[in-house]
């Protein structure tokens, strides 16, 4: 092979590499303008939701925050009503109790007054 056989050879070799280089940036460069119009797309979605968020969540938390402090209310009563009828059952309880240890101490002594009778005769 003489010299100049060997060049165009070399020169058919490095165009070749310099057309596929220059392909290669041009689809690699339409993906990117494709990856950064997706990304601003991306972004403009993400705030318009961001902002849709905070003007829907902030009277939805009020809306929360009135029925917690509703049910509160609601336990406070409740625990109330509970406590009132825990303190009537243990005073009818208490007077049950004493009313029967006084008829079961009159019914003892009677008993004990009628066994002593008894037993003198």
Same mark, same amino acid.
């Given at each position: 092979?003489?010299?100049? +056989?060997?060049?165009?050879? +070399?020169?058919?070799? *490095?165009t @070749?590499?310099? /057309?596929?280089?220059?392909? &290669?940036? &041009?689809? /690699?460069?339409?993906? =990117? /303008?494709? +990856?950064?119009?997706? =990304?601003?797309v991306?972004?403009?979605?993400?705030?318009?939701?961001?902002?849709?968020l905070?003007?829907?969540?902030?009277?939805? *938390?009020?809306?929360?925050?009135?029925? &917690?402090?509703?049910?509160?209310?609601l336990?406070?009563?409740t625990?109330?009503?509970?406590g009132? /009828?825990?303190?009537g059952?243990?005073?009818?309880?208490?007077?049950?109790?004493? @009313?029967?240890?006084? =008829?079961?101490?009159?019914f @003892?002594?009677g008993?004990?007054?009628? @066994?002593?009778?008894?037993?003198?005769k």
């Open positions: 092979m003489s010299v100049e +056989l060997s060049q165009v050879i +070399l020169n058919h070799g *490095l @070749f590499l310099a /057309v596929s280089t220059a392909v &290669i940036l &041009i689809v /690699v460069g339409c993906y =990117l /303008v494709k +990856l950064i119009k997706d =990304l601003s991306l972004a403009k979605n993400v705030n318009e939701t961001s902002i849709m905070n003007c829907e969540l902030k009277p939805t *938390l009020e809306e929360l925050n009135e029925t &917690i402090h509703s049910i509160n209310s336990v406070q009563s625990d109330e009503g509970v009132n /009828v825990k303190v059952i243990e005073n009818a309880l208490s007077k049950t109790k004493a @009313f029967s240890e006084s =008829l079961l101490g009159g @003892f002594k008993f004990m007054t009628v @066994f002593s009778l008894i037993k003198r």
